[in-house]
T-cell receptor, first 115, second 113 residues
């Protein structure tokens, strides 16, 4: 158990809908990262927050947005969902800002299925 | 364009044998290289993190090497166990304040009895 929690574990929704994924980092970690893993694309970095501020952006679509709250938990919002958004979404946390050699601890993931 | 290539794509070995996985990258400027182990359907687990100045790093039966001149890294697994069956992913970080993560597609390792 990494100490990172993600809810829900599974989510099934229809195209065009909007969903929110939630992540709580390990105690003491200030950074939260979001990743998408689909069968054909592998792991992709979406976005990172450090102590409430956006720190780095990867291949995040404009339909997706995220934020980190004062209690350091984070939410990833996915809107106008398409079939291709079906994937595993992972959250990770680290004590320091991204880019540096801080260990990242991954949560168990949320499996999103868009029908 | 930043790229990370891993080889082989998949590998089957007998329990108790050693194996080496490869990672070649064209990422600039280099910050660090990470190896992760990912069991199917679960979150990746960090094995090693290496910066530019580190050539070798070990974590139990896992030993990673880095050659920053040739931009190659390898992950050596010694005395493999059935529990080593997983995907192994190489990730390279570029930049500093504003950084990018480039992921390899992974090597799927199967250890059989």
């Amino acid at each position: 158990d990494s100490g990172v929690t993600q809810t829900p574990k599974h989510l099934i929704t229809a195209t065009g809908q909007r969903v929110t994924l939630r992540c709580s980092p390990r105690s003491g970690d200030l950074s939260v990262y979001w990743y998408q893993q689909s069968l054909d694309q592998g792991l992709q970095f979406l976005i990172q927050y450090y102590n409430g501020e956006e720190r780095a952006k990867g291949n995040i679509l404009e339909r997706f947005s995220a934020q980190q709250f004062p209690d350091l938990h984070s939410e990833l919002n996915l809107s106008s969902l398409e079939l291709g958004d079906s994937a595993l979404y992972f959250c990770a946390s680290s004590v320091g800002p991204g880019g540096a050699s801080y260990e990242q601890y991954f949560g168990p993931g949320t499996r999103l299925t868009v029908t | 364009k930043n790229q990370v290539e891993q080889s082989p794509q998949s590998l089957i070995i007998l329990e108790g044998k050693n194996c080496t996985l490869q990672c070649n990258y064209t990422v600039s400027p280099f910050s660090n290289l990470r190896w992760y182990k990912q069991d199917t359907g679960r979150g990746p687990v960090s094995l090693t993190i290496m910066t530019f100045s580190e050539n070798t790093k070990s974590n139990g039966r896992y030993t990673a090497t880095l050659d920053a001149d040739t931009k190659q890294s390898s992950l050596h697994i010694t005395a493999s166990q059935l529990s080593d069956s997983a995907s192994y992913i190489c990730v390279v970080t570029s930049g500093a304040g504003s950084y990018q993560l480039t992921f390899g597609k992974g090597t799927k390792l199967s250890v059989i009895p």
